[in-house]
């Protein structure tokens, strides 16, 4: 066992994946203690990553000096503290119950798992880790937008009322194009699932945290639109797409790249294998605390690149979020005089705003990156003080059981889910 009491000042941490959340992993370790004043400073001690050039390449862009092949070096290593998962789903539970064991601190990339059993197993290690002095935290990044949380404050100082609906889709394009290859994204083996985890996890997550309500019941259709992709196999000599790789490695392809990403073409992306995860996912849920919601995750929306929206309707007002313009929260106060009363926009970037004091003068404008930074700095700030990280594995858990029961009522046409509601 290891020590999970931080060398004084630091948090030592090892990051484990170096792809498209590798990267804004990284930058937000980096990012954050030049921004916001912690306690105790996160330094990228290593990275892991199979391919060794590769994560050297990635190490020396970020100035890590530490490149190992085999995670479980870094997890039995005393000079690590925290360990920062970045890889496809199927690792999670090894991983982080590993790290956890070992008495490491964890934050792990979201869904938490890619099946219930395994969330269960993780959040019972997070659990037990806590003896331990080792807490564990899950990457629902973009609650930590400003928009968002500040959402989540005016509904907690009531100025939605009672919760009546929660509306929230998230939409992407980058499959639309039937000959992009198959990625580790579109496998059940190494993603558990398709855009149900990987972006509806998302829209659960900001919904329940926003609101506070708690799903209870749900109903789902799912759909794979393109049943066979061609095998994206690392021989064909393609170039990277970030983010993308595939189980075996990067993403290659000799073809062009279009808007909707990779045009697979050439001799050897004739042959195709079966895409085991949905394309889209449409939910609809009843909270425990009586709200309807409505989910549509889908990576078929032609047009739409990462479009997450939600609206919630009170009974005094409403609130509506539109990722696109990811600086603005639109409100309606229900208790204006019905003649001037409609949706205003707010500009959050103001001082007291949350996380925009940090930043620049108002209404300079956050990015997509930004709620990573908030992410890495409000981790280092409970493992400073030792206090439980917000997501927790169990609310990672609690999100999972969703997710499971959503698969569950696609895959028996629609037919109601009663899930248990308590994070
Ligand atoms: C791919 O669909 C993806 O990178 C998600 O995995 C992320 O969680 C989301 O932020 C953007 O899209």
Known sequence: MTSTTPEPGKLRIALIGYSFMGSIHAQAWTTAPRFFDLDVVPVLAAVCGRDQEAAQSFADKFGIGRVETDWRTLVADPDIDAVDICAPGNLHAEIAIAALQAGKHVLCEKPLANTLAEAEKMALAAEEAKALGALAMVGFSYRRTPALAYARELVRDGRLGTIRHIRASYLQDWIVDEDFPLVWRLEKDKAGSGALGD????????????????????????????????LAGSSSGLQALPGLETSSGPVTSSSAETSSGLRAQGPDMAERGAVTVDDAAVVIGRTAEGALATFEATRFATGRKNAI???????????????????????????????????????????????????????????????????????????????????????GLQIQRLLDAAETSAANNAQWQDVTAGA
């Open 199 to 230: 972006i509806g996890a998302h829209i659960i997550d900001l919904a329940q945290y926003v609101t506070g309500h708690r799903l209870a019941g749900i109903s789902a259709l799912t759909e794979t639109f393109v049943k066979t992709r061609p």
């Open 309 to 395: 929206r939600l609206e919630v309707n009170g009974s005094l007002g409403s609130l509506a979020f539109d990722f696109e313009d990811l600086n603005e929260l639109w409100f309606h106060d229900h208790t204006d005089p019905a003649e001037s009363a409609g949706f205003r926009r707010i500009l959050v970037t103001e001082p007291n705003h949350p996380y925009a004091g940090a930043w620049w003068p108002p209404g300079h404008g956050l990015g997509y990156d930004h709620a990573f930074v908030h992410q890495a700095a409000d981790f280092a700030r409970c493992i400073a003080r030792g206090e439980q990280p917000e997501p927790s594995f169990a609310e």
